[in-house]
């Protein structure tokens, strides 16, 4: 399957010992099958997210420069 799993991990957040379970189980499954996984529902917010993406594509892009 060449689509990457979504998983939200707001479950694991809640009260409800099995949404912490089910979270685990659909974690464990992702990474014996594809190795990588998206997340929805951990609460960071989409600046923080934008942000740190610019800064990793900066960096790298700074590095390969250098490397030149």
């Given at each position: 399957?060449?689509?990457?799993?979504?998983?939200?991990?707001?479950?694991?957040?809640?009260?409800?010992?099995e949404g912490a379970r089910s979270v685990a189980r659909q974690i464990d499954a992702a990474c014996r099958r594809h190795?990588?996984?998206?997340?929805?529902?951990?609460?960071?917010?989409?600046?923080?997210?934008?942000?740190?993406?610019?800064?990793?594509?900066?960096?790298?892009?700074?590095?390969?420069?250098?490397?030149?």
């Open positions: 399957n060449a689509h990457l799993p979504l998983i939200d991990l707001a479950p694991s957040f809640g009260t409800d010992p190795g990588f996984f998206y997340v929805s529902g951990h609460g960071v917010p989409l600046a923080l997210i934008e942000g740190s993406s610019l800064t990793a594509i900066r960096t790298s892009a700074a590095s390969a420069s250098t490397c030149e």
